[in-house]
């Protein structure tokens, strides 16, 4: 028994939570979140400004994730951004709507939001980041090679 | 530990850790999750810091367990390394730093000197000031002597911990050292009260890095603390809220009701009228908090937390809504007076005395308004 959610306990109130969600239809948390996101969606539209909600601050049971996920789907583009941790990015069948989640170094979720953008800035590059590669790029070309006599003369 | 902040940006700073910016706004984004801020905030975080300064940050403690350090070196998001190697420039702490003696009293004096009117001060431990500061001293100086000077080139104070914040349990009765919270002696700053016995990890880290990245002074409840994280009380955010709502009342530990996770305000839970992030962010990277593992809340960020009675006593519903004591700014009237007196030093059992006289005035004040 390694982890905390192997142990055995029943809770009065997880039960109540998950039978209120066997209801069927997409229970009172699910259709707020999917109203939210048209409204960041038609911001986005309006204003090109991009926005988020963060699922793990919101109270849902498995029963609600599930209906979330079978609602927006699946999109055509997946990525995978390997940095200080994993971030795995997924389109949904929702252009624009993105389900993003961050796991940290030993695999363990440090964050999960759904991302409201043209693209999430997580895959974007930054314009600072690709100047500073383009001096270093022209900076190789004007001295090639030349690291590696040094190389070759120390061995 | 750098004697004096270098010259880097929070972004070249990553990069020579080799920490991307990508890694960086993952750093962000689960730092704001943990911080329960909009999410949006991480991304923008990032970019913000990535091109700011290391603020320099001195550490000082003062009469404390050393409780609320341990609390801080158990961040989970984001970590002390990472906040220490990376965000900020932590120039002075006597727990955590290699140097002593003398060295470490340069290193403090150069921290100083070279970051005046910049550096973000943090306190931790209530300031004593009975027997002309005896109580607490370090190289020879006296607690409220060196907050005194410290203070001064601060660009903003972050008291870490109930007994700097309301003095915590030095200053419960009959507070034998004449301790007083830190807004009892400094007036002339922006300060910020992170309390808890002690605050959450991720309240304190999250807390400097919020003021570091924007710059500002957090939104403030009246007891100075910052709404992101003590707007609500535990009662609020519980998760076994919906038994209180229902009447289903544990009645001792180990009962029915207790072995069904049902409500523990009978049990002395202080949840309706403590402020804290616990039922929320949770403790030990986010596992659990008292009240889930079966205990009630003893109330430790609210101030005079210690004197309240017994923490098993259920509470009565008029306590509900009832100002904290001693408010910061009441603390801060009568330590701007006794400042004045000349007479802090001499008369601190008097002046802890007339505090609580003018604290009890101040409740009932409080009360008749509410009720009124």
Redesign the interface.
Known sequence: MSR?SDIPIR???SA?IERSGEDGGLGGGVAAILSELATLLERLVAAES?????L??LPMSPMDRAVLQRVLGEGEVQAT?T???L?RVRETRISGVWWVE?F?QQG?M????IDVSRVP??LTS?PD?IAASARALRAQLITPSGSEGKHAARQ | MPLASEQLTVGEMLLRHGISRRGFIQFCTATATAMALPPWIGAAMAEQLRHAQRPSVVYLSFQECTGCFESLTRSFAPTIENLIFNVISLDYDDTLMAAAGDAAETALANAMKDNFGKYVLVIDGSVPTGAGGAYCTAGGRSAVDILREAAKGAAAIVCVGTCSAFGGIPFADPNPTGAWPVTAIVNDKPIINVSGCPPIPEVITGTLLQFVSTGRIPDLDEHLRPKAFFGNTIHDRCYRRPFYDEGKFAKSFDDEGARNGWCLYELGCKGPTTHNACATIKWNGGTSFPIESGHGCLGCSEPGFWDKGSFYAAQSSAEWGKAGTPSPRRALELGAAAVAAGAVLGVASAGVGRLRQHRSEQDAADHNQKEG
Do not use: C, K, N, Y
């Open positions: 905390l809770s009065e109130s109540r991009p926005g988020a909600i963060d793990r601050s951004v940095a200080q941790g971030s961050h940290d363990e440090v964050a999960e939001l800035v997580i930054a980041e």
